[in-house]
């Protein structure tokens, strides 16, 4: 039993900013790396940004420099904060965690997706 719950998703003006976070909890032995995801309206869902237990991160290009993720102390929340936003950056962003639960290997889980939309 593992859920990922994301917020901070909403409706702001190209060149601004938002902070989106999301919160795994469960039955958790470890996580591996959290991450965000997106999916536009006709697209296929990309990777954004991942953070690995290491702290290692990587990004996808068209947002390195803008975005930057991050995760608690605790390793249970992951942060993604979005600054000089773009109108192609509007989609359905999920959160994403591998996870080790009942099985003895990581596995993905996903949010429910919060939507993200800029406006020019």
């Known amino acids: 039993q593992v859920q990922l719950v994301e917020s901070g998703g909403g409706l702001v003006q190209a060149g601004g900013s938002l902070r989106l976070s999301c919160v795994a909890s469960g039955s958790i032995v470890a996580i591996y790396s959290m991450g965000w995801y997106r999916q536009a309206p006709g697209k296929q869902r990309e990777l954004v940004a991942v953070?690995?237990?290491?702290?290692?991160?990587n990004y996808a290009d068209s947002v390195k420099e803008r975005f930057t993720i991050s995760r608690d102390n605790a390793g249970n929340t992951v942060y993604l904060q979005m600054n000089g936003l773009k109108p192609e950056d509007t989609a359905v962003y999920y959160c994403?965690?591998?996870?080790?639960?009942?099985?003895?290997?990581?596995?993905?889980?996903w949010g429910k997706g919060t939507l993200v939309t800029v406006s020019s």
């Open positions: 953070i690995r237990s290491g702290g290692a991160t």
């Open positions: 994403n965690a591998n996870i080790i639960s009942g099985a003895p290997y990581g596995m993905n889980y």
